[in-house]
DNA sequence: TTGACAAAAATAACACTGTAAAGTATATTA
DNA sequence: TAATATACTTTACAGTGTTATTTTTGTCAA
């Protein structure tokens, strides 16, 4: 029976482990879900690893055993965000089936999101842009390049159906992407300091930028 | 004789106050400098009151009796680039007459700032665009948004000349300011991380805007 | 030239920040 | 129950911006 005995004892081990695992998780989990709370009330300027710590009842350097350090954290929230972003640009290409309004249909979601999303918008692509490539997803690739891929998927097929011209997707793709970031920023930046970069003023810059786009990417 | 020794001591007291204050702008205007320095080495994250302050042998609560605090000091360095920036797009101005040209030469103009000047540029379109609107000039206007003036008398005179369709001009000037912005910004920060956004590919970017642009508003 | 005064600069201190090393409980295992 | 590994805290360091206070310096009038 010494065999059996040892497997139920190597079971124990095992269940012992995937336990505290899972306690760990859930604690890690903890301080980054306080980490978005405090990120989307300070902004990326004023997030602080104390406070986050205080926040959830732990020592600053407890967040140490579960974070690499403050960028680290401030990594997988960003990461968070990028997810939702994802999400977001996933739905919208999936409810639109003509490739025009599907274009326009990404844009517009691309768009909502930043102006729901301002920090979060201001640290994944302008603080932090540089983790764009990294942010990891559930299906191991990058969320980040996975958002691109569905921008670039509906630019491709775009040009297949022949409503705009024929050219290096990617080229394509970053020259629509930019238009739109660059809109998204102003508008967070200006907002509430330059009349013209009001909301409603921002949805009618953004259509006159699809116009635009269409006219001047025709084949 | 009174009254001529009297206006003797008050042209002597003037004469004083003149050169102590020529001194007091002396050193804030070293202060700035040791900023700006210090500014384009670390960058805005990286910008230290007590460094600059070290690196010119003051201590740190002296530059607080020259600007207001770290803001202070940080808009005079943003100010500064927008000065330079002006002149860029003045000269891009005025060394091209026809209208769509200009309108090129400019785009081409803020490009080459955005590329040159990476520090400042994030600084004064993306950590603290809010400043644009403030940043004085010598004539007294807003630097910021003297450089948009500049762009909108573009955009006005390519409407008049009949090489771009009619509209607002504010929107108009807005909308191919934020494509070039987006492209500058996005590229400052994918530089050297991915390929794509390295300088060359970058220049080809901007051509296609161009391209497009000149298209896709054609009256 | 000296003494009063004002301006400029420095000290000291406070309340923060991120982070590393060392110590202490707490829980798990033999 | 004793040994050990894990989770967490304490302490400490080197920074940061900023304020109030004190010292030094320079200017001016008697």
Same mark, same amino acid.
């Given at each position: 029976?010494?065999?059996?005995?040892?497997?139920?004892?190597?079971?124990?081990?095992?269940?012992?482990?995937?336990?505290?695992?899972?306690?760990?998780?859930?604690t890690r989990q903890a301080i980054l879900e306080a980490a978005i709370r405090m990120f989307e009330r300070e902004g990326y300027?004023g997030f602080s690893l104390r406070q986050v710590a205080e926040n959830i009842?732990y020592?600053p350097?407890t967040i140490y055993?579960y974070f690499k350090d403050k960028d680290d954290l401030l990594f997988a929230v960003c990461s968070q965000g990028?997810?939702?972003?994802?999400? *977001? %640009?996933?739905?919208?290409?999936?409810?639109?089936?003509?490739?025009?309004?599907?274009?326009?249909? +990404?844009?517009?979601? &691309? /768009?909502?999101?930043?102006?729901?999303?301002?920090l979060h918008?201001?640290m994944?692509?302008?603080?932090?842009?540089?983790?764009?490539?990294?942010?990891?997803?559930?299906?191991?690739?990058?969320?980040?390049?996975?958002?691109?891929?569905?921008?670039?998927?509906?630019?491709?097929?775009?040009?297949?159906?022949?409503?705009?011209?024929?050219?290096?997707?990617?080229?394509?793709?970053?020259?629509?992407?930019?238009?739109?970031?660059?809109?998204?920023?102003? *508008? %967070?930046?200006?907002?509430?300091?330059?009349?013209?970069?009001?909301?409603?003023?921002?949805?009618? +810059?953004?259509?006159? &930028? /699809?116009?635009?786009?269409?006219?001047?990417?025709?084949?």
């Amino acid at each position: 029976m010494r065999s059996v005995s040892q497997t139920r004892q190597e079971r124990i081990k095992q269940r012992s482990l995937e336990r505290r695992e899972r306690s760990r998780q859930e604690t890690r989990q903890a301080i980054l879900e306080a980490a978005i709370r405090m990120f989307e009330r300070e902004g990326y300027e004023g997030f602080s690893l104390r406070q986050v710590a205080e926040n959830i009842g732990y020592t600053p350097t407890t967040i140490y055993l579960y974070f690499k350090d403050k960028d680290d954290l401030l990594f997988a929230v960003c990461s968070q965000g990028f997810t939702e972003f994802t999400h *977001a %640009l996933q739905t919208a290409y999936a409810t639109h089936s003509d490739p025009l309004e599907r274009l326009q249909a +990404l844009g517009w979601a &691309y /768009f909502e999101f930043g102006l729901s999303h301002p920090l979060h918008y201001q640290m994944m692509f302008m603080q932090r842009a540089e983790w764009i490539t990294e942010a990891p997803s559930a299906k191991g690739d990058a969320e980040g390049s996975n958002s691109y891929l569905i921008q670039m998927n509906a630019v491709i097929e775009a040009m297949k159906a022949g409503v705009i011209r024929m050219g290096d997707p990617i080229e394509t793709t970053n020259l629509i992407w930019s238009g739109i970031h660059g809109i998204v920023s102003l *508008a %967070l930046s200006m907002k509430g300091i330059v009349p013209k970069w009001e909301e409603a003023e921002t949805r009618r +810059l953004v259509k006159g &930028y /699809f116009q635009m786009l269409i006219k001047g990417l025709q084949p």
